[in-house]
């Protein structure tokens, strides 16, 4: 079946980087893109970026252009998602998902910006 | 950027009752649409892609409807595992864009 499995919790200061990772099992990796959701507390869903698994292309959200890189390395079908110069409002639940109409999900990823 | 209008933002109902929720595109989607079930600390889960096609494995008490601006999802008789926030979101346009989420809670 069809799995995404994300990367750890992660706390971080303001003006650092993180990388989360999704690994993608059950289907073949190149075949779907991936897109990558957020949610802060108590907050709905924004849409981050998505990133062709086949071709590498990427869209990102207009409010995180210079800031999120989206990579993906098909020998371990696992997708990538690097956001850098943190601030307190990038706090949020960081979700990959399988194409960009969201089909199947990650577990999430809690990224805490705090001093 | 594409706006998506959830109605209502919340609702109260009971176990059997039937459900629907509206979300409006500020313009025309197609039928580049999906809807999301999130319960509290849980990540969403698809129910419905392309406006009224249902995700496999999901119970055909759920279904979509709708094309261009007006959708819906309606669950036909309410049990307590589908309390939960419904979000719709449309993918026709960068970005894609979500509804703001409707609360069902339990009557």
């Known amino acids: 079946q069809v799995q995404l499995v994300q990367s750890g919790a992660e706390v971080k200061k303001p003006g650092a980087s993180v990388k989360v990772s999704c690994k993608a099992s059950?289907?073949?990796?190149?075949?779907?893109?991936i897109s990558w959701v957020r949610q802060a507390p108590g907050q709905g869903l924004e849409w981050v970026g998505w990133?062709?698994?086949?071709?590498?292309?990427?869209n990102y959200a207009q409010k995180l252009q210079g800031r999120v890189t989206m990579t993906t390395d098909a020998s371990t079908s696992t997708a990538h998602m690097e956001l850098r110069s943190l601030r307190s409002d990038d706090t949020a639940v960081y979700y990959c998902?399988?194409?960009?109409?969201?089909?199947?999900w990650g577990q999430g990823t809690l990224v805490t910006v705090s001093s | 950027d594409i706006q998506m209008t959830q109605s209502p933002s919340s609702l109260s109902a009971s176990v059997g009752d039937r459900v629907t929720i509206t979300c409006r595109a500020s313009?025309?989607?197609?039928?580049?649409l999906a809807w999301f079930q999130q319960k509290p600390g849980k990540a969403p889960k698809s129910l419905i892609y392309?406006?009224?096609s249902l995700q496999s494995g999901v119970p055909s008490k759920f279904s979509g409807s709708g094309s261009g601006t007006d959708f819906t999802l309606t669950i036909s008789s309410l049990q307590p595992e589908d309390f939960a926030t419904y979000y719709c979101?449309?993918?026709?346009?960068?970005?894609?864009?979500f509804g703001h989420g409707t609360k069902v809670e339990i009557k």
């Open positions: 998902t399988r194409d960009l109409s969201s089909s199947y």
């Open positions: 990133i062709s698994a086949y071709s590498g292309n990427t």
């Open positions: 059950g289907y073949t990796f190149t075949t779907y893109d």
């Open positions: 392309a406006a009224s």
């Open positions: 313009q025309g989607i197609s039928h580049y």
């Open positions: 979101q449309q993918y026709n346009s960068y970005p894609p864009t």
